[in-house]
């Protein structure tokens, strides 16, 4: 399965833009990407997942890069309840039953 | 509209003895796996299963056991637990094959062995 690099933590003040990076240099052409995130004492949340395109939804953007081999999720304007793990994930097409997850990004949000 | 549900969400269990955790989903799913996820560590799948009556071994499937009866239920069963087994234990579903949609969790079972 080709696999995800995530910084371990970042910081960002409420109300402003978060980017969260992720690298999957040996993805493959028919890998989704996939974000998940987990709020404290919680099951992981899905959040947005692309193939090529940029995607955007109610709760975040997705930005992938035209190589494919990062890509980066945007909140727009944290808030404290975006605190939480960021999982990125690399998705078969059909393989939703199998997701393989890292260690992932906590973010911390302060006011 | 319950999602995913797992129940018992705490259960505390002595070296050896069995059980079984549920899971019930009521979105009509193809899809159900088990995860474990330990302090400080991401989801580890233990079992799957694609439709009723069919399931597959994860990454971490020792010690655990599971059928798939009806296209609701997914239950795990821990056969004789062990302290190694103390984690939270998720639940999820998805759709088919054909679908690369999301997959929903349930809120988790903390389970601890002594």
């Known amino acids: 399965d080709a696999k995800t690099t995530q910084p371990n933590s970042m910081e960002s003040n409420e109300e402003e833009p978060v980017h969260l990076p992720c690298n999957h240099s040996?993805?493959?052409?028919?890998?989704?990407i996939h974000w998940y995130r987990q709020l404290p004492s919680q099951g992981p949340e899905y959040v947005i997942h692309g193939l090529t395109s940029n995607v955007n939804n109610r709760m975040a953007s997705l930005a992938i890069a035209e190589d494919r081999k990062s890509s980066t999720l945007i909140l727009h304007r944290a808030t404290l309840r975006d605190a939480a793990v960021y999982y990125c994930i690399l998705s078969y097409t059909g393989t939703a039953s199998k997701l393989t997850f890292g260690t992932g990004t906590r973010l911390q949000v302060t006011l | 509209n319950a999602g995913v549900t797992q129940t018992p969400k705490f259960q505390v269990l002595k070296t050896g003895q069995s059980m079984t955790l549920q899971c019930a989903q009521d979105m009509n799913h193809e899809y159900m796996s088990w995860y474990r996820q330990d302090p400080g560590m991401g989801l580890r799948l233990i079992h799957y299963?694609?439709?009723?009556?069919?399931?597959d071994q994860g990454e971490v499937p020792n010690g655990y056991n599971v059928s798939r009866s009806t296209t609701e239920d997914f239950p795990l069963r821990l056969l004789s637990a062990a302290p190694s087994q103390t984690s939270v234990y998720f639940c999820?579903?998805?759709?088919?094959?054909?679908?690369?949609?999301?997959?929903?969790f349930g809120q988790g079972t903390r389970l601890t062995v002594v």
């Open positions: 999820a579903s998805s759709y088919g094959l054909n679908l690369n949609t999301e997959a929903f």
């Open positions: 040996t993805i493959s052409g028919t890998d989704y």
């Open positions: 299963s694609v439709g009723a009556g069919i399931t």
